[in-house]
């Protein structure tokens, strides 16, 4: 290239150099691969994580590589903290201002037995038994079953139930906490056609009995038998279910394609951690890069639109997975080794002139 005048022309004169004319940003969707971490979250669509340095500011980034810092807060490689919206003690999502999501290692706090179900089907063949009932005496009732039920500093008791058939359709229900007497709980009177009576039968039972563990006494819960049936079919029992639970450490957690964070707790429950928050822009050309994956807002780029996961303007994650790059490597060398080669072609068209003037100047 030459300069356009050989008499000092300005640095800005045509023909001085080149210079790139704008640098396009691509933001379009990568291939997204899994790994084995659960902290590890791919975007599939638009938008950004939103992160939040310990100094407060914000930046925005599309790599999903997350993992757990020291004081529980959900960091990326650079140590930007993944933001979101917090729970409350029950584990209820709270829509605030976003702030950094931090996993609570606290136990999970025990809670007493309130209610309990049971579903079963007492043999409608089973003979009516008129002795008193007594726990020590298994003639006393037709069938028994039990279920585990828990105090309010987490111990667990074992509730179990026994049914005396007294009459055609008519069944007494006796219990027993731990192996001690609770007592009579009421009766079960079944329809004709083997379902429960409910004009006659009132629903549910409240179960009350004494503790010597040292949690709150006595230990009191309902018990319902509705769906409970009578058929001329083996006793059998469909459903054993009760609402209380001992206390559980942390022992994983996951993220569902909504943001929604699940812990898993050792004594077998899950509460919700959080939920991640995304941020889309109206030109997302016009962010600023700031290195580490990550960028920032700017005038050109227009204010954040945040949203949760799967909502209008932003698209679903997906945990345990990575978005990888873009960029078709394949593609770009193959483009490199095109252009080395026009280039050594090029310059083959130099050595040609050489040899052509060096003729010339040894022709005599």
């Known amino acids: 290239m030459f300069a356009n005048s050989l008499a000092g ?25 899994t790994t084995s971490n659960p902290l590890d979250v791919a975007i599939s669509g638009r938008g950004f994580f939103r992160m939040e340095d310990q ?14 810092d020291k004081d529980g807060f959900i960091v990326n490689t650079s140590g930007a903290r993944l933001t979101g919206y917090g729970v409350d003690a029950d584990g209820n999502i709270l829509i605030a201002n976003p702030g950094a999501l931090q996993l609570s290692t606290a136990q999970l706090q025990a809670t007493a037995t309130t209610e309990g179900k049971v579903g079963l089907n007492l043999d409608a063949r089973e003979a009516t038994i008129s002795k008193p009932f007594s726990l020590t005496d298994p003639t006393s009732y037709n069938k028994a079953t039990s279920l585990t039920v828990y105090d309010s500093l987490g111990n667990p008791h074992a509730m179990a139930t026994y049914f005396v058939k007294t009459a055609a359709n008519t069944w007494s229900v006796y219990g027993a906490l731990d192996g001690v007497d609770a007592g009579s709980l009421g009766s079960l009177t079944f329809n004709t056609d083997g379902s429960l009576d409910t004009t006659t039968t009132t629903m549910p039972f409240t179960v009350s ?58 004594n077998g429950q899950s509460r919700t951690l959080g939920q991640v928050l995304l941020a889309n822009f109206s030109n997302p050309e016009g962010l600023q890069p700031l290195g580490n994956n990550a960028w920032g807002e700017t005038a050109a780029s227009g204010q954040p639109l945040p949203g949760t996961p799967g909502s ?11 978005e990888e790059s873009n960029v078709d490597l394949t593609r770009e060398l193959v483009n490199m080794i095109t252009a080395q080669r026009v280039y050594q072609a090029n310059a083959q068209t130099i050595k040609t002139q050489d040899a052509v003037l060096n003729t010339l100047v040894n022709l005599r």
């Open 312 to 322: 209008s303007n932003v698209g679903v994650l997906q945990s345990g997975a990575v």
């Open 9 to 33: 022309a300005g640095s800005t004169g045509t023909g001085i150099g080149v210079s790139v004319s704008a640098v396009q940003q691509q933001f379009s969707q990568g291939n997204v691969r």
């Open 209 to 266: 009995a004494a503790l010597t563990t040292g949690a709150v006494t006595p230990l009191a819960f309902d018990l319902d038998f509705t769906g409970t049936t009578q058929f001329g079919s083996a006793f059998s029992v469909d459903t054993l279910n009760q609402d209380g639970f001992t206390s559980g450490l942390l022992s994983g957690y996951s993220i569902s394609d909504d943001g929604t964070i699940l812990g898993r707790y050792s």
């Open 55 to 68: 100094g407060g500011a914000v930046t925005y980034s599309r790599n999903g590589q997350f993992h757990v």
